[in-house]
């Protein structure tokens, strides 16, 4: 079975997502203090966001052949309405 590259890369993308909330909730077990794992998890904020943007890139350019202009903008609209909705306060 042939792996697609875009489908590796986004599956890749995930797992390093995975392994660094895994790695950051045990740093925050060692620190053992309220303020120092605050700060841990105000770190892993800019990653979620990173994760969705790299991810949703690839995804569309692997199905960019197979969507029209018209769709394209209006799922890079729905990331951006999520995005915005995540990061605002």
Not at 22 to 47: E, F, H, P, T, Y
Not at 76 to 81: E, L, R
Request: proline content about 1%.
């Amino acid at each position: 079975m042939k792996l697609d590259k875009f489908v590796t890369s986004m599956a890749s993308l995930r797992l390093l997502s995975g392994t660094l909330e895994i790695l950051a909730a045990l740093w925050m077990l060692k620190l053992g203090r309220v303020d120092q794992a605050l700060a841990v998890n105000s770190g892993l904020a800019l990653v979620g966001p990173t994760i969705l943007i790299l991810t949703t890139s690839i995804g569309l350019i692997g199905m960019a052949d197979k969507l029209s202009w018209g769709k394209m903008i209006f799922i890079t609209i729905g990331v951006a309405c999520l995005l915005i909705g995540i990061l605002k306060k």
